[in-house]
């Protein structure tokens, strides 16, 4: 079985690249599992580049291949912010109430969003690639559902907010299932 070392201690992240990688023959294990201790400064300008920031301090530290994810929510009507600040941009129970009032007069065709979940890769020899995946949709009115987390109960695929379908269904279309199913086809095809 291979080993690839995922740049989170996040037991969800974790989960999801399992479910995914495992087919493969490729065990995921979290950073402090591989006995990294890392916590870089995210200052990139985009997903892919705090991915890679994420994926190098890791590869250093361990010399094992890996992977680290980066994602976030661009509103169209706000010159695509909060982008790579969408954990920073409020306290958790405060995002969507924030996104809501700055769209308060926004029409509904002026409300269109997207996620972007970019992953980046750093195989065995320190080769690097990045993948993305991205989800579109437009920024409801008020929030709805109570699955997900972060921007999901204001973010409408369709005839839903994503905090208003199951794991499975939020999978299927999301940013971040569409960037670890272009990983498996990264892993999967001979160059990867
Ligand atoms: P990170 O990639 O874990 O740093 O996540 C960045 C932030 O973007 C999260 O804290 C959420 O606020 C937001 N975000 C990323 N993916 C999702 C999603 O699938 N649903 C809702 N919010 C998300």
């Known amino acids: 079985m291979i080993k690839l070392v995922m740049a989170?201690?996040?037991?969800?992240?974790?989960?999801?690249?399992?479910?995914?990688l495992s087919p493969l023959g490729?065990?995921?294990?979290?950073?402090?599992?591989?006995?990294?201790?890392?916590?870089?400064?995210?200052?990139?300008?985009?997903?892919?580049?705090?991915?890679?920031?994420?994926?190098?301090?890791v590869h250093e530290a361990v010399g094992l291949p890996v992977i680290a994810d980066d994602s976030g929510l661009c509103v169209d009507a706000l010159n695509g912010e909060p982008g790579v600040y969408s954990a920073r941009y409020a306290p958790d129970n405060e995002k969507c109430p924030t996104i809501l009032k700055k769209l308060e007069n926004v029409p509904d065709e002026e409300r269109g969003a997207h996620f972007v979940c970019s992953i980046a890769y750093i195989d065995g020899n320190g080769k690097e690639k990045v993948v993305e995946g991205r989800c579109s949709g437009v920024i409801a009115h008020e929030e709805k559902g109570s699955g997900g987390f972060g921007y999901d109960p204001i973010f409408k695929y369709g005839d839903k907010t994503l905090a208003?379908?199951?794991?499975?269904?939020?999978?299927?279309?999301?940013?971040?299932?569409?960037?670890?199913?272009?990983?498996?086809?990264l892993l999967s095809s001979e160059e990867g």
């Open 8 to 20: 989170t201690n996040n037991a969800n992240k974790l989960r999801e690249a399992s479910e995914i």
């Open 26 to 57: 490729i065990e995921v294990i979290s950073q402090r599992q591989a006995g990294a201790d890392c916590d870089p400064e995210e200052n990139g300008a985009s997903f892919a580049e705090n991915a890679m920031i994420k994926a190098r301090a």
């Open 164 to 185: 208003e379908m199951t794991p499975e269904e939020k999978n299927k279309i999301s940013h971040r299932g569409s960037a670890l199913r272009a990983l498996y086809e």
